[in-house]
Nanobody, 115 residues
Framework: QAQLVESGGGLVQAGGSLRLSCAAPRTIFSNAAMGWYRQAPGKQRELVAIITSGDSTNYADSVKGRFTLSRDNAQRTVYLQMNSLKPEDTAVYYC?????????WGQGTQVTVSS
């Protein structure tokens, strides 16, 4: 099972910024659609943003204009830049890679936004 390695979570005040990173193995990164999902306590996991191998992006309405997802193919890493963070952004953020019928998940990283 391929491993996605996440980093960058933490505690930040409302209005602050964080950047999440997710590194993927060479075997999947180049052709995979990569994305971030999040799950808040008591809620279902939801899509935050996704980027295709062709660099097309899609964002949840709740993060449009505040979050930016990008990919660095040389580093095999995707980055989620999160600005103007709100308390409702508090959740465990999971990196996801999709290649054909195969889906890979990271272990999750906690993002906590204090008011």
């Amino acid at each position: 099972q391929a491993q996605l390695v996440e980093s960058g979570g933490g505690l930040v005040q409302a209005g602050g910024s964080l950047r999440l990173s997710c590194a993927a193995p060479r075997t999947i990164f180049s052709n995979a659609a990569m994305g971030w999902y999040r799950q808040a306590p008591g809620k279902q996991r939801e899509l935050v943003a996704i980027i295709t191998s062709g660099d097309s992006t899609n964002y949840a309405d709740s993060v449009k204009g505040r979050f930016t997802l990008s990919r660095d193919n040389a580093q095999r890493t995707v980055y989620l830049q999160m600005n103007s963070l709100k308390p409702e952004d508090t959740a465990v953020y999971y990196c996801r890679g999709e290649l054909g019928f195969n889906v890979y998940w990271g272990q999750g990283t906690q993002v906590t936004v204090s008011s």
